[in-house]
Nanobody, 114 residues
């Protein structure tokens, strides 16, 4: 059973913006803190940002001030607004609970390059 479906990744130039979306099952979304994670080639998967069921957010230092995580509890959807993108943001982006409980989805590829 697919728990998370990520979308919105694309090829974008440095300084550009993207908005990622993650559709999750209602059972998961309504009960858990949700996070965005990313994995670049050769690197371990890392937590980028997370948001509690009540909307409290937290960000990795590398994205603070550039990325914004949000959630729409009525739509069971998680978002990541990414601004001022840098080449080092290039990665496959995933959503999951925090801490991670469920299997990973397929992710969405973000490539930042000129």
């Amino acid at each position: 059973q697919v728990q998370f479906v990520e979308s919105g990744g694309d090829l974008v130039q440095p300084g550009g913006s993207l908005r990622l979306s993650c559709a999750a099952s209602r059972t998961i979304f309504s009960h858990y803190t949700m996070g965005w994670y990313r994995q670049a080639p050769g690197n371990q998967r890392e937590l980028v940002a997370h948001i509690s069921t009540g909307g409290v957010t937290n960000y990795a230092d590398s994205v603070k001030g550039r990325f914004t995580i949000s959630r729409d509890n009525a739509k069971n959807t998680l978002y990541l607004q990414m601004n001022s993108l840098k080449p080092e943001d290039t990665a496959v982006y995933y959503c999951n609970t925090r801490p991670v409980i469920y299997y990973w989805g397929q992710g969405t590829q973000v490539t930042v390059s000129s």
